[in-house]
């Protein structure tokens, strides 16, 4: 779950971290209002979850209100790497002597968290990293014992950080590292984090990604997922607690677990097809949850035919054909299914869904042969030209 | 032979009075599972259909004499679960609950690797652990899965793990363990710690591997088969054609900043001489081949 970086912003100040002044606008008029009472200049920032803001044109300053409100006017309905700006943060314009990196991500091969700095922030950590790795500095934190003040300090002088400002930074980074970990988050960067010429540390970015699995500590999470953007179908499944990947294909995929259902998305691209979403169901497939599938997947206007692939384990096979029986009685499908059932009692349950199958209805023995049918139902969709 | 566990793995579970724990605890125990022991702190001295239940692991252990403890809480709960069975000195702790935060799952690893080290946590979000005709951890349906060897299976994916067991069944070849170790981005027991044990197991000839996109964890088991390993690997990898950026279902399976790519996996295992699979079924038709060869 990513934030916008206003409420990356806030959840810092509330550990004291040193971030600009700011409010947020939906509008020109309370872009201008912001600005009127933050006091100029101040920098129009578009809040969208994705990064290359500032070359798309979404992060401007402004030294008037006129200009306040031809920033926040331009700004709004940008499309970002098709984020379309919905929300400005209106800020008060700092004085940038010096542009640092700073993050903290889990890493997973080291089974640890990874602190990386850099006094070259301001560009993408990407860059830096491929012409000069040695100008970030990584630590590893074992979650056991945290990051101490002195570690901190350690760090700061093998990233190189100028000495005026080595123990404020050291500080911004222990802190920084609490929140991390307070918040669960995946990521937590700040790009830059900026020295002004007064010497001050201060936190002008924030990109924090949280882990969905830690909602249950977090009564602030129901927040950040009510400003989620996903597309509609995505939001649909969401709200039926599916676990659902919109694609832009035309075969619906449904399967059971993560794995398989990824490995169908595979198969109906390898032969030659383009899914229209990974759908996993998880691993019962109850009338209600196949249900909730189908007309997930029914709603989207680009699908073509619906794979359904179904490997029973604990789950028997004639539990699986009721569901899948029962569903489509429930909810009207306007494009044909196929469906591929095997494993535990999968012998009982094709037996079952036999006298149900028509052109609307089909079954095919292997997870391949379904998915060969399913790209022929689909027809001259999009992927009907990849070998 | 099998790996970490077989006919004489008593097993205590922690949540068997809830209604996920029960129903699989009682299923492993109908497969032949040697189920000693459940534990909650509120039911002590009540059993689950003659299962004894104790306030703590460590006096169920040391009532039954179980080594092993499979966990069915809630995930809010699993860091203290999982610590209370450690510190009773379970051999493995089996965690099949889902939904894990990433920071409980890194704390837990780092607080056993260094207070714990005899501990091997299995999981979190995983399937369980099954060693075919004696002992099955878990929730994989034990009779897809035919015994006595002579291939080993670890798997990152649980329904795939279960289409890999049921395709070897189906043609006759038997399987010495199944180790499911889940797919969140910090399992307890990793790839390389399983290709070790089944190539160390003298019953165990060939090793099927199933992994997906996302981390590192495939190209590392990718270096030590080429370094280590002397049996033959067919490997399968899910999500080639995943678009980068989604999570697809688990939580470890994300294409980020272009880095654990379906491709640059199946290449890295290739390359260490493993039998890569474009799909389920070819993957299971390698090891047919590659266990006709033996």
Known sequence: MDLFEHQGKELFARYGLPVPSGEVALSPSEAVAAATRLGLPVVVKAQVHTGGRGKAGGVKLAGDLDAVRGHASDILSLDISGHIVRRLWIEQASDIAEEYYASFTLDRS??????????????????????????IARIHIDPVDGLSRQACRQWVQAARIPEAVAEAVAG????????????DADLVEVNPL????????????SKITLDGNSTFRHDDYASYDATQTRDEREQAAHAKGLQYVGLDGSVGVIANGAGLAMSTVDVVNQVGGRPANFLDIGGGANAEVMSNALEVINNDPAVRSILINIFGGIT???????????????????????????????????????PHLSDALRMEPTMLDAARRAVELAGAGPGQDLP | MSIFVDENTRVV???????????????NRDYGTKVVAGTNPRKAGT?????????????????TGATASCVFIPAPGVRGAVLEAAEAQMELVVVITEGVPAHDEAFLFNKLRRDHPTVRLLGPNCPGIITPGQCNIGITAGHIAKPGGPVGIVSRSGTLTYQALYELQQQGIGVTTCVGIGGDPVPGTSFIDCLAAFEADPETRAVMMIGEIGGSAEEE??????????KPVAAYIAGVTAPP??????????????????????????????????????AGDLMVEIVAGL
């Open chain 1, 194 to 205: 900026i020295v002004t010429s007064a010497d001050e540390v201060v936190l002008l970015d």
């Open chain 2, 13 to 27: 579970y922690q949540g068997l009075t809830g209604s996920q724990g029960r129903y699989y605890g009682l299923l």
């Open chain 1, 172 to 183: 911004v980074l222990e802190t920084l590292y609490r929140a991390y970990v307070d918040a």
């Open chain 2, 47 to 63: 059993d689950v259909d003659g299962v004894p239940i104790f306030a703590t692991v460590a006096e169920a252990a040391a009532a």
């Open chain 2, 245 to 282: 950026g989604k999570k697809m279902g688990h939580a470890g399976a994300i294409v980020s900043g272009g880095k654990g790519t379906a491709a640059a996996k199946m290449e890295a295992l290739a390359a260490a001489g493993a039998r890569v699979g474009q799909n389920p079924t070819e």
């Open chain 1, 316 to 354: 028997r096979g004639e539990e699986i054909a009721n569901g899948i029986i029962e569903a489509t009685g429930r909810v009207e499908i306007d494009s044909p299914i196929v469906i591929r059932l095997d494993g535990t009692n999968a012998a009982e349950g094709r037996e079952l869904l036999e």
């Open chain 1, 110 to 135: 080291a089974r640890k968290h990874l602190g990386m700095l850099s006094v070259e922030g301001g560009v993408e950590i990407e860059t830096v990293a491929a012409r000069d790795p040695e100008a």
């Open chain 2, 221 to 230: 088991a990718a270096e030590f088969i080429a370094e280590h390993m002397t």
